[in-house]
């Protein structure tokens, strides 16, 4: 687990692990933060694109609603780090998928 500035956290979870809670927990919600092109060539099922490369990215994660789990990947995990990093300041839970979605044997 990664501790925030403000005490706020998110987890690095395997795909196992990732998958397994993503599946059980009602109001999870699964983005991916890759580019509109690294999105369009393959995405997990039922994934939501929010790139963090864009400008509106922090705008974005702004809307999103604190009763929500946030289940959060990329290609390798990096981006999706960051992005767990700035969405937990705001207050959401979420979760890394360590190793992007090349780790996703799913």
């Not at 795909?15 to 059980?24: G, M, P, Q, R, S």
Request: glycine share 10%; hydrophobic share 40%.
């Amino acid at each position: 687990m990664f501790q925030g500035m403000f005490g706020n956290s998110y987890e690095d979870l395997s795909a196992a692990a990732f998958k397994d809670t993503l599946e059980n927990t009602a109001n999870a919600v699964l983005i991916d933060v890759r580019t509109p092109a690294e999105f369009d060539g393959g995405a997990i099922q039922n994934a939501k694109n929010i790139d963090i490369m864009s400008y509106e990215f922090g705008q974005e994660i702004a809307k999103l609603s604190k009763d929500k789990t946030y289940m959060v990947y990329c290609r390798s995990g990096n981006r999706s780090g960051q992005a767990c990093a700035a969405m937990s300041k705001l207050g959401l839970t979420c979760y890394n998928l360590a190793g992007g979605i090349s780790s996703w044997p799913y």
